[in-house]
């Protein structure tokens, strides 16, 4: 692992390719570790797809018509990013609010 330089001499990363150790484990049962991991994935990719639709509806506020690549280069100001992690803040306390480990 490490930087390599390409012919741009810009470094680049070199990631592996498996993770390496044992997988940790929180809970007595594999099956409820299994099923953590895939609900805060899917906590992770919805909330992704949120921004991605505020990132659509600003635009077309602003815009009225919109094209891919718009949505693509969108960079939100800060109160578009204030408002997303008090979105994405709320939206974990909601979610998270029934699990309460022993």
């Known amino acids: 692992m490490g930087y390599k330089a ?3 001499s810009k470094p680049s990363v070199k990631l592996p390719r498996s993770s390496k150790g044992a997988r940790s484990r ?9 099923m953590m991991t895939f609900f805060l994935e899917m906590m992770a990719e919805m909330n992704a797809l949120r921004e991605r639709v505020d990132t ?3 635009l077309l506020d602003e815009k009225g018509v919109i094209t891919r ?13 204030e408002e997303r992690a008090a979105w994405s ?5 909601r979610v ?5 480990p022993d």
């Not at 803040?89 to 306390?93: L, S």
């Open 89 to 93: 803040q709320a939206f974990i306390r």
């Open 96 to 100: 998270m609010r029934i699990h309460k």
């Open 69 to 81: 690549s718009q949505i693509e280069d969108y960079k939100p100001d800060a109160s578009a990013d």
């Open 26 to 34: 929180f809970y007595d049962d594999p099956a409820i570790d299994q």
């Open 56 to 58: 659509v509806e600003r």
């Open 6 to 8: 390409d012919e741009n």
